[in-house]
């Protein structure tokens, strides 16, 4: 079985070839600090997964998406998805946020991206949506479930974005397809899906506005 000198030249070339791929790993430049090494992957790329598990075996911890690798069990903390069944029932047109798409939201299974949707303030009052650089979001099935999400590291950062009264402005959303439901494998599979944002406001609200979303091959 190969050794760190092997998987730092491998995690090298994984970060020419296909940088999005590698979401949590060891830097390369490091000396080996205990094992096993730990190695998260974009969902998408399981062929990489299984590539460096054939080669490396025990020496590394694989995890894909939300699961491990090849086991395809749920590593994730239930809490990171089950909050999204706590969102409040109201809508963001209950305290005058309007959302719409700039245009229609489609992203690759497996992968994440940052969208623009069109925020309106519709009430008296300037509002701030409070973020830590872009808005969360969950895909969730034609039941209400949450099917995938955005899986790996966040900026701790607050941004804040303010909107004027009866004025809108493009805010970015953070849209993930890692399954969180391992009967689907470890990526949203393609097809119709529906995409809840969540809205926090600096005056404490929560609300959610959902939309349509294609998730392609």
Known sequence: MAGWESL????RRLLEESPDALMVFQDPNSEQCGRPIHIELAAWATDIAAGLNAKYGSLVDLRVGAMTFPAG?????KSWY????????????SVGLDVESLSPLTIRTGRFAYQDVLVTNRAAHEQVLLTDGALASAVIDSSGTVVGLYVGPHSLARVGFAIQPHQSRPVPVLIGTASVVPDLGYAVPPGQWRLVIALQTDTGNMVAAPMEITITP
């Open 8 to 11: 730092r030249a491998d995690l």
């Open 73 to 77: 069990q749920m590593w994730l903390q």
């Open 82 to 93: 089950e909050r999204w069944y706590e969102l409040p029932g109201a809508a963001a047109e």
